[in-house]
């Protein structure tokens, strides 16, 4: 069953570039609500248990590397069909392959500085929602 709610993080890259201000904007005007959202820096560590589910591809260390090399924006958002609505919005991995208005043609770099992180299914967006909130930190 949907729960409604999606994560996402906006990366080291997007942070950096200040672009922060701007996507969250795209976010809110497409119709997301703001449930929880923490600005944090990652220590490899915790960014290598994050994203476990990759260690044995080739590129996990570089990711690890990456996701810990500065701040990052973790956020829980709401919306009636949030997954498929948030997908839609970030647009394709490969930035050059993402359509027009979306973050990621708008926001992103390269298909590994591409801007944002999206869940995929309720399971995992209630699993990465779970790494970094609390229940008390959820509103």
Do not use: C, W
């Not at 996507?23 to 248990?49: C, H, P, Q, S, W």
């Not at 394709?92 to 801007?115: E, L, Q």
């Amino acid at each position: 069953m949907a729960t409604n709610r999606t994560f996402t993080m906006l990366k080291p890259d997007a942070v950096s570039n200040g672009y922060i201000g701007g996507i969250l904007k795209m976010i809110n005007d497409a119709g997301f609500r703001i449930v929880a959202m923490k600005y944090t820096k990652l220590a490899a560590e915790t960014a290598g248990a994050f994203y476990e589910v990759h260690k044995e591809r080739p590129f996990y260390g570089e990711l690890v590397s990456y996701m810990s090399s500065g701040p990052i924006v973790a956020v829980i958002l709401e919306k009636e069909n949030a997954i498929a609505d948030f997908r839609t919005l970030i647009g394709a991995t490969d930035p050059t392959k993402a359509d027009a208005g979306t973050i990621r043609k708008i926001y992103a770099k390269s298909i590994s500085a591409n801007a944002v992180h999206g869940s995929d299914s309720d399971e995992n967006a209630q699993i990465e929602g779970d790494f970094f909130f609390s229940k008390l930190e959820r509103f």
